[in-house]
């Protein structure tokens, strides 16, 4: 079935970094460009990054511009998240999600993974 | 910067009502919305995009409507697995963004 399981979520001080992994199954990971959208805690929904298909092109909310990188190994069906700097506003569950095609939607989702930004 | 705003925050309903949810936008854009879906410690579950097409596996009690600025999802008959937190997502081209509205909870009346 279709599945992305995130990873590499935890604990980590301020101004240090961490990389998140999300693996792909269940269908052809090449096909389809992805996301990460996080949340953070009792808050909505904020969308992060998206890098196309072939890791082409890549796109950052503002607020992760420049400490944030999206990153893709389609021989391994795996996404990534390198992310610099982190601030404690950083804190939330992070997900990954794939891109049904520009303008129609995240159609499948991992399970997330949680980032702590503390000291 | 587009900027969703979505509401009523809370909806109170009984099951078996209707609920009627609404996403506005700061200014026009194409019909790339998105609904979701998020039950608490749950991932979101798209339910609608291009406005008003409904996600492989939705039931049809779940509609989506509008354009412009004005959007709306409606659930016609609640059921107790539609208490949920629904989020409206907008898609915009250039520069590529997404971005979501702040969401509305549905709770049971």
């Known amino acids: 079935q279709l599945q992305l399981v995130e990873s590499g979520g935890g604990v980590v001080q301020p101004g240090r970094s961490l990389r998140l992994s999300c693996t792909a199954s269940g269908f052809t990971f090449t096909s389809y460009g992805m996301h990460w959208v996080r949340q953070a805690p009792g808050k909505g929904l904020e969308w992060v990054a998206l890098?196309?298909?072939?890791?082409?092109?890549?796109y950052y909310a503002d607020s992760v511009k420049g400490r944030f990188s999206i990153s893709r190994d389609n021989s391994k069906n795996t996404l990534y998240l390198q992310m610099n700097s982190l601030r404690a506003e950083d804190t939330a569950v992070y997900y990954c999600?794939?891109?049904?095609?520009?303008?129609?939607?995240?159609?499948?989702w991992g399970q997330g993974t949680t980032v702590t930004v503390s000291s | 910067e587009i900027v969703m705003t979505q509401s009523p925050a809370t909806l109170s309903v009984s099951p078996g009502e209707r609920a009627t949810l609404s996403c506005r936008a700061s200014q026009s854009f194409s019909s790339n919305l998105a609904w979701y879906q998020q039950k608490p410690g749950q991932a979101p579950r798209l339910l609608i995009y291009g406005a008003s097409t409904r996600a492989t596996g939705i039931p049809a009690r779940f509609s989506g409507s509008g354009s412009g600025t004005e959007f709306t999802l409606t659930i016609s008959s609640l059921q107790s697995e539609d208490f949920a937190v629904y989020y409206c997502?907008?898609?915009?081209?250039?520069?590529?963004?997404?971005?979501f509205g702040q969401g509305t909870k549905v709770e049971i009346k």
């Open positions: 997502q907008q898609y915009n081209n250039w520069p590529p963004t997404w971005t």
């Open positions: 890098i196309w298909y072939d890791g082409g092109n890549k």
């Open positions: 999600a794939r891109d049904r095609t520009p303008g129609y939607g995240m159609d499948v």
